[in-house]
């Protein structure tokens, strides 16, 4: 599922049903508030990704008036209710995402910019054994990227050097757990 509120439609497979922001919160299970559906018509205005800062930053910029604790809270509510997906992308940044389909993320690491992959553009040819009772509930790959630096004229090439990725991996026992891959 992934929300765009062109004319805040709800798109699901593809198909678009048009629903009010405040019908859409009562549909997740969430009191749909002046508040929140202010933060909801910001974050679902188009595809993107923002931290609890920016959202209150545009808030105010919209003349929305709401503390940084009603953001934070209402952001984790609607995390809760599955409208929104968090991506932890260095421990301490954290996006709100509301694309709810499956997909993974490229994370500049210069700009903080946060970029969609598309889910089938990553493959992994397969995943650890998991822990007795548990079962795979989904995986998330957030590329880490920065800007190439060009080395010293004395140090050679370095770019066929290997490069950290982390794959952040959701699991019921070990959630958003960071599993370095070298390339």
Not at 34 to 45: K, N, P, S
Not at 69 to 85: I, K, Q, S
Not at 90 to 104: A, E, L, N
């Amino acid at each position: 599922r992934g929300l765009y509120a062109e004319t805040n439609s709800y798109l699901d497979s593809g198909a678009r049903m048009n629903v009010s922001v405040p019908e859409l919160l009562r549909q997740n299970g969430a009191q749909p508030t002046a508040q929140r559906v202010a933060l909801a018509e910001i974050l679902f205005a188009k595809p993107q990704h923002l931290s609890a800062e920016d959202l209150l930053e545009q808030a105010r910029r919209h003349g929305v008036r709401v503390s940084k604790a009603t953001v934070y809270n209402t952001l984790n509510l609607f995390v809760e209710c599955g409208l929104v997906r968090e991506v932890n992308v260095d421990g301490s940044r954290v996006y709100y995402d509301p694309t709810m389909s499956p997909h993974h993320h490229i994370y500049n690491v210069d700009t903080g910019e946060l970029t969609d992959i598309p889910y089938d553009a990553v493959r992994l040819a397969e995943l650890p054994e998991l822990p007795p009772g548990t079962e795979t509930t989904g995986v998330e790959v957030v590329v880490r990227v920065r800007q190439r630096t060009a080395a010293p004229a004395s140090s050679g090439d370095q770019s066929s050097a290997p490069q950290a990725t982390d794959v952040l991996c959701d699991s019921p026992t070990i959630p958003h757990s960071r599993i370095p891959y070298w390339t």
